[in-house]
């Protein structure tokens, strides 16, 4: 029910018990890195051999990094911000109109993760909105704010560009040529996911987004330039992604591990929360169509032998994904040839 949502509620004085995490899976903020950071990749450099140097290393020893002249405007960035957290001042009634906990809806307005799996909530709320094609999709976006299709559309365009872009310096980086990646998902979904993180009184002992894997092969992340939250695993240590204003974090998801053989790794992250400022995140996320066959190329296993995963169809991950918690093992461990 939509008043599950926590932007149907004003400011929250202390946590419900239902969000409260068991005292060994609480985030341990004194704990997390301090200095460390994610790589940051400069596009815009013109020097290509080094964009895809750099990009390689940080896929093999991040999953993780930033891009700066990434060729999104300002302008789109800083107007799809601004829609973003209008749509979540809206008054209850009118948010309550996309409500759903069905994840197999294609757009909804919702709340932690999967209400109806879980048994800890997050302290988030999210949009929801398959975003490709266009044409089929924003007809039932939501039409309030009034600028909201309009300036998502555009981001949306945008965002798969560079999407693109990317998946081409990524698939030389690992040897292949320009077009394979894109090639062997397909004509690409695009899914989003605006997240909004509250200010939470007890920070210490919940999550905005538990430790998880991203599902889909690319996720293109628009963090708030201000409010940090955002927090990687690197070698069994939690480190803070800094917010760079009008960069994007780039994050390597599951079907890229299985299509680079698990050179590349999708690795965990989670979203933590504070007391005083409100956080808004634009996910982005590229994935396989339903169909196509996910499957490292030759080149990479040297033979079927060496192949770490075994072939699988998006469709099929998919469902087991969203059959599970988010916080459980890795699901690609569930198709390792
Ligand atoms: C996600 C995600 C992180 C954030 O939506 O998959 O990891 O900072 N978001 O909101
Ligand atoms: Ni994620």
């Known amino acids: 029910m939509a008043d599950q949502l926590l932007s149907a509620v004003g400011r929250h004085d202390t946590l419900p018990a239902y969000y409260v995490r068991p005292e060994p899976q609480r985030p341990r903020l004194a704990e997390v890195a301090a200095g460390e950071n994610i790589p940051t990749v400069d596009l815009g450099s013109g020097d290509r051999a080094r964009i895809i140097r750099e990009t390689g290393e940080a896929c093999r020893n991040y999953g993780f ?7 999104v405007s300002e302008e789109s960035i800083r107007r799809m911000m601004g ?3 209008d749509f979540f001042k809206l008054p209850h009634e009118e948010k309550a109109l996309h409500y759903s906990d069905d994840p197999a809806k294609k757009i ?7 209400v109806k799996k879980e048994t800890v909530r997050n302290w988030r709320d ?21 600028l909201f299709k309009e300036v998502v559309s555009n981001y949306c365009k945008e ?9 081409g310096i990524i698939s030389e980086s690992l ?23 509250p200010p939470c009184p007890a920070p210490e002992l919940t999550y905005g987004l538990p430790a998880h894997t991203d599902p889909n092969a690319l996720t293109i992340l628009l963090q708030d330039s201000e409010v940090a939250g955002l927090q990687v695993l690197r070698e069994g240590q939690w480190i803070k992604v800094d917010p760079q204003s009008s960069a994007f974090v780039i994050n390597i998801g599951d079907q890229l591990q299985a299509l680079s053989n698990g050179l590349y790794k999708s690795v965990w992250h989670r ?9 808004l995140s634009v996910a982005s996320f590229l994935a396989p169509c339903n169909t196509a066959e996910i499957r490292a190329p030759e080149k990479l296993t040297g033979g079927a032998a060496g192949a770490v995963y075994r072939g699988f169809t998006y469709a099929e991950y998919y469902k087991k994904f969203w059959s599970r918690n ?12």
């Open 271 to 279: 979203a933590v929360v504070n007391t005083d400022k409100e956080r």
């Open 65 to 71: 990094f930033q891009v700066i002249n990434h060729g």
């Open 83 to 85: 829609v973003g957290h």
């Open 326 to 337: 988010l916080d459980q093992d890795h699901c690609l461990e569930l198709f390792k040839s």
């Open 108 to 114: 909804r307005l919702s709340t932690s993760f999967n």
């Open 126 to 146: 999210y949009l929801r909105l398959h975003c490709y094609p266009l044409e089929e999709f924003v007809p039932d976006w939501p039409s309030n704010p009034p």
């Open 159 to 167: 965002v798969r560009q560079l999407g693109f872009r990317l998946m």
């Open 175 to 197: 040897g292949l040529e320009e077009k394979h990646i894109e090639k062997a998902l397909g004509e690409q979904e695009q899914h989003m996911a605006i997240n909004y993180y």
